[in-house]
Antibody, heavy 125, light 106 residues
Framework: QLQLQESGPGLVKPSETLSLTCTVS??????????WGWIRQPPGKGLEWIGS???????YYNPSLKSRVTISVDTSKNQFSLKLSSVTAADTAVYYC?????????????????WGQGTMVTVSS | DIQMTQSPSSLSASVGDRVTITCRAS??????LGWYQQKPGKAPKRLIY???SLQSGVPSRFSGSGSGTEFTLTISSLQPEDFATYYC????????FGQGTKLEIK
């Protein structure tokens, strides 16, 4: 069955760029029925959607984070990636990748149905 | 931006109890809402989509209702494995989660 796995550094220095990759296995990232998203959760707090990407490269970002976020896709590797620039301690969180349901014909975005296990990223000097 | 106000933030209940969690949207979102369950150290799991449709494999004691601005998640008879944190998620305009409801054993 479809699985997603996050990977990347667990420690990032303030003002630097956080970089994570999500590898999709058991299915193709190049499906017209899905975007692929990033969600984060600070320790002890709630969930926040960061943004999502289509296999074509079209992106859909949370307006509150858009200025610092870049999401890209590599269909040859069945991966998509997150870059978050100018990080501070407030960006310390568990970062999840997830499959984001999408209706190609209507352009309608649904929500997330399959998630990775998450990866903890700490911002600290 | 659409804000989601979830209540209560925490809830104590016993096995066998019926519990209800509410999410209110700051503007109408049709039925573009889902409910998720999260256990400590785990990723969220979707329970309900389109406000009232049960995700495949989810026990029928879970149900959702509502449309527009007010939504509820009901667990008809709590089981030990249901003690967790629950989140609503609207996807009508961008995506916004509620603040979460921590369901604890009384």
């Amino acid at each position: 069955q479809l699985q997603l796995q996050e990977s990347g550094p667990g420690l990032v220095k303030p003002s630097e760029t956080l970089s994570l990759t999500c590898t999709v296995s058991g299915g193709s990232i190049s499906s017209s029925s899905y975007y692929w998203g990033w969600i984060r959760q600070p320790p002890g707090k709630g969930l926040e959607w960061i943004g999502s990407i289509y296999y074509s490269g079209s992106t859909y970002y949370n307006p509150s984070l858009k200025s610092r976020v870049t999401i890209s896709v590599d269909t040859s590797k069945n991966q998509f990636s997150l870059k978050l620039s100018s990080v501070t301690a407030a960006d310390t969180a568990v970062y999840y990748c997830a499959r984001h349901l999408y209706d190609f014909w209507s352009g309608y975005f649904d929500a997330f149905d399959i998630w990775g296990q998450g990866t903890m990223v700490t911002v600290s000097s | 931006d659409i804000q989601m106000t979830q209540s209560p933030s925490s809830l104590s209940a016993s096995v066998g109890d019926r519990v209800t969690i509410t999410c209110r949207a700051s503007q109408g979102i049709r039925n573009d809402l889902g409910w998720y369950q999260q256990k400590p150290g785990k990723a969220p799991k979707r329970l309900i989509y389109a406000a009232s449709s049960l995700q495949s494999g989810v026990p029928s004691r879970f149900s959702g209702s509502g449309s527009g601005t007010e939504f509820t998640l009901t667990i008809s008879s709590l089981q030990p494995e249901d003690f967790a944190t629950y989140y609503c998620l609207q996807h009508n305009s961008y995506l916004t989660f509620g603040q979460g409801t921590k369901l604890e054993i009384k």
